[in-house]
């Protein structure tokens, strides 16, 4: 499974890809918001620390297919041919996946709520598609369990489509998501902090510690101990 960072904060991605082995960003026009910055300055700047290599997925905003083909056009001229165009899925969001992927452009189709509609997005041509397991919840459906039933609708169905699951709040929605072997998952910075932190962990290093200094003298280690 793939870990992307959800966030547009190039100081709080700077910090994530330090310590993580992260594979990628994705944004959405909130996200972009939430900087305060002129879009493609941020973008850029995401596209440059990440490098062509890096997993960048950037969302379009217009309803109708030929603009969003036309924002698709921009974004990939603007952020190089690697970068995924994230178009949500509606009746003219499909017709815009398939022509861009037709074209040969990288898509992901966004703000996925059914089986069904990730299903359509496969069809269509999609690269991955992003349900929001959080925002699923909220609405009293399951949001693990439907993301299990689009990875089995895509395996079962031969599509090449992968699933880069979205809208996390913990660590047992990733866990259960990344057992069942999905392709990505987006999370916020403090999601992906909270995976590692763990006070039994932290109890444990501090005895570790205590004790091979009670052996070798305080603030000694394996660099520097006799
Ligand atoms: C990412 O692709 C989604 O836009 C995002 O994860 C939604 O998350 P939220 O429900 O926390 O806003």
Redesign the pocket.
């Known amino acids: 499974m793939k870990l992307i960072i ?1 966030d547009a904060d190039i100081k709080k991605i700077k910090e994530i890809y330090e310590f993580y082995p992260a594979d990628g960003i ?3 026009p ?2 972009v918001s939430k900087t305060g910055r002129p879009p493609y300055e941020v973008l850029k700047e995401i596209r440059e620390f990440i490098g062509e290599e890096g997993d960048l ?1 950037v ?1 379009t905003i217009s309803q109708k297919a030929e603009d969003i083909v036309e924002e698709g056009h921009r974004i990939v001229a603007e952020l190089g041919k690697t970068t995924y165009v ?1 178009i949500p899925v509606t009746q003219e969001g499909l017709k815009a996946i398939r022509i861009l992927s037709q074209e040969g452009y990288r898509t992901t189709a ?2 996925i709520y059914t089986p069904m509609q990730a299903y359509l997005a496969a069809k269509a041509g999609a690269d991955y598609a ?1 349900p ?1 397991v ?2 699923i919840d909220n609405l009293g459906a399951n949001g693990i369990e439907s993301v299990k039933v689009m990875q089995d609708i895509f395996k079962k169905n031969g599509f090449k489509t992968e699933l ?1 699951a ?4 913990n660590s047992q929605q990733v866990q259960e998501l990344c057992a069942y072997g999905i392709g990505a998952a ?1 999370l ?1 910075p403090d999601v992906i902090k909270n995976l590692v932190f763990n006070p039994c962990n932290e109890a444990a290093i501090a005895n570790f510690k205590k004790d091979f200094e009670g052996l070798c003298g305080e603030g000694k280690t394996m660099k520097d101990c006799e």
């Open positions: 959800d994705t944004t959405n909130s996200i997925h969302q994230k966004t703000t992003a929001y959080n925002r880069v979205a809208s996390f709040k987006t916020a």
